[in-house]
């Protein structure tokens, strides 16, 4: 009976920790859209010369609302 216990409490942990990194992946995501809106209005020099190119910021996609 422990052993089905600690099965059941090890899987229960399992989807609560899947869940948070979801979540975690998600925000990371949407945070990272809402930054590349922001690049792309600047100019060309400028992401430039802190090295971004903005082909590769377009294609990462940008949002322009922070929620």
Same mark, same amino acid.
Do not use: D, F, I, W
């Given at each position: 009976m422990a052993i089905e216990t600690? $099965? #059941?409490t090890r $899987? @229960? /942990?399992n989807f609560v920790r899947r869940a948070f990194d @979801?979540?975690?992946d998600a @925000?990371?995501?949407q945070a990272r859209r809402y930054v590349? /809106? &922001?690049l =792309? #209005? =600047?100019d060309d020099a400028t992401l430039a010369s802190? /090295? &971004?190119n903005r082909a590769e =910021?377009?294609?990462e996609g940008a949002d322009s609302m922070v929620f």
């Open positions: 600690n $099965t #059941s $899987t @229960r /942990g @979801r979540m975690v @925000r990371a995501k590349n /809106g &922001y =792309l #209005s =600047l802190h /090295g &971004y =910021l377009e294609r």
